[in-house]
């Protein structure tokens, strides 16, 4: 009964006036980040963090909440019109969608992509609001031994998980643990990795880091692509599906659930993962596995609902332990603590306005952009018909003046820039950022577990052996790190081979 008052609550929260109009707000820039080729929910949420300091902690994380999983919807528009992903996780609804809409029925693909995403997103957030404050309960029993082997399985977990190389990602993950240590000690009040430069004894901000290696780091890259045309957007009445659509339709978006929502608690490019292998289910479940790739339903259905389950599981580790899955729940955590919000296992109990009221907005979020997928389809289309030389000059002067105006500091702006034009550097040469900025988000909690747990072992690693829990947990990220490393070596050696 205490969860159903807690959402009671939640919701008279989330239907103020004030917050539901930055609910609606963050899925109406959402959708629009998510139907702009490239951008995706990582770089709109990085672009827009600084005008978030303006307002309240709950208003702040409800805006950013519905600007991630507003692009999640809206990726799929341009995947299924376009052939275009608007974020990494539609890549897959790009084969069976667009040759839905190449054969006129890109209605039908659009309306499963945005029902499935509803059942999905709906049928997550019960499960989200049954299962962080249970797990928010077991880490309160955790020490700082605990949390130092938390914080090492998810990082080692997230380069094992990486797209691409493991090994870059691993890279990427110690460089932001390095620049994280930037700064000021906290405990000996000595300047490390400063150079004599005091702007930077409060250490590298997350926020021109983010604008920067995400935000122009894209508008680099996508500077020189061309403007593809957009396919006509279907009418209102063509979004109809038959009788054997929802019935091809429903198992797909009850497994995708079910599946993205487990994947999406495991650190790393979760939604990426499960939409991917919801294909793959599909493909072997389907009795009709010849129409995958030719337009199948189901090939919109499973992956659609699998991956905005995982953006909405995501934020499990990120509510209930203080620990970001992933660079978006990274940007959410660090929006959190510069609002002064401490997160962590007592955040529910501190923060009940801001938990429940941002679980209750998502509900509220789902409804919105159900409403929004659906009729205003014609409207998110002609935002794609805007040239690129008028909107990246606007993408990169909300970058200036957002960075500019936390903090009123110039030297923030370099860092935003060379962030950026060594983003694009790292991209081009195939180094994902995203493990980076978790770096460098993770690197103050690591460093403060890790004395913490030595101070109360009088300088003794046993501590990390005594103890059973934190003894597992850096076992399982060790044996996780050997067999990326052992992997990594044998596919090496295989293409050496084969290419010989």
């Known amino acids: 009964m205490d969860i159903f008052a807690n959402l009671a609550h939640g919701f008279s929260v989330a239907l103020s006036p004030g917050v ?3 609910a609606v707000l963050g899925c109406v820039v959402g959708t629009l980040v998510g139907v702009l080729p490239g951008l995706g929910p990582l770089a709109g949420m990085s672009l827009l963090l600084p005008l978030t300091y ?14 991630y999983y507003g692009a999640m919807y809206g990726g799929s528009t341009t995947s299924i019109l376009m052939r275009i992903p608007g974020e990494a996780a539609s890549v897959v609804t790009c084969i069976d969608g667009y040759e839905m809409a190449r054969k006129g029925r890109a209605g039908p693909a659009l309306a499963v992509a945005a029902l499935g995403s509803f059942v999905a997103g709906t049928l997550s957030l019960v499960a989200l609001m049954l299962v962080a404050p249970q797990v928010a309960r077991i880490a309160l029993l955790f020490g700082p031994a605990e949390y130092v082997g938390l914080l090492s399985l998810g990082l080692v977990l997230l380069a094992f998980l990486a797209e691409g190389s493991r090994v870059k990602a691993a890279a990427m993950a110690l460089l932001g643990l390095t620049l994280g240590m930037i700064g000021i000690d906290p405990l000996t009040a ?17 926020v021109p880091m983010a604008v920067g290696l995400f935000g122009l780091s894209e508008v680099l890259l996508s500077v020189s692509s061309k403007q593809p045309q957009a396919m006509a957007a279907p009418k209102l009445r063509d979004l109809i599906l038959s009788r054997e659509d929802i019935k091809r339709s429903a198992g797909p978006t009850l497994r995708g659930t079910a599946l993205g929502f487990v994947i999406g608690i495991i650190p790393g490019s979760a939604h990426v993962i499960s939409s991917f292998l919801s294909y793959a289910v599909e493909k ?10 030719k337009g199948a339903i189901e090939g919109v259905a499973g992956p659609e609902s699998a991956n905005n389950a995982a953006a909405c599981s995501a934020f499990v580790p990120m509510l209930a332990l203080g620990i970001p899955g992933g660079a978006v729940p990274a940007v959410m955590l660090a929006a ?9 296992p007592n955040l529910i109990t501190d923060h009940p306005d801001l938990y429940w009221g941002f ?7 789902n409804l919105v952009l159900l409403i929004l997928n659906l009729p205003m389809v014609g409207l998110f289309v002609s935002v794609l018909r805007v040239p690129y030389s008028i909107l990246y000059p606007v993408i990169i002067m909300t970058c200036i003046i957002g960075v500019y105006s936390i903090n009123s500091s110039v030297f923030e702006l370099w860092i935003m820039f060379v962030a950026g034009i060594v983003g694009y550097f790292f991209r081009r040469n195939g180094y994902d950022p995203a493990p980076l900025i978790l770096g460098l988000v993770l690197a103050p909690m690591f460093e403060m577990s890790l004395r913490q747990a030595l101070t109360l072992s009088s300088g003794s690693f046993s501590i990390f052996i005594d103890r059973p829990v934190a003894a597992i947990l850096l076992l399982m990220a060790f044996g996780l790190a050997v067999i990326s490393i052992v992997t990594s070596i044998s596919r090496k050696k295989l293409t050496q081979e084969n290419s010989a």
């Open 20 to 22: 539901l109009w930055y």
């Open 54 to 67: 303006g307002i309240s902690p709950t208003n702040a994380i409800v805006l950013l909440g519905g600007i």
């Open 190 to 206: 000595h300047g490390r990795l400063m150079f004599d430069i005091p702007e930077l004894s409060d250490g590298l901000g997350l």
């Open 284 to 293: 072997r479940l389907s009795s009709r596995p010849e129409e995958f790739g």
């Open 336 to 344: 959190m603590m510069t609002h002064g919000v401490s997160p962590g």
């Open 359 to 365: 679980i209750a907005s998502m509900y509220v979020g």
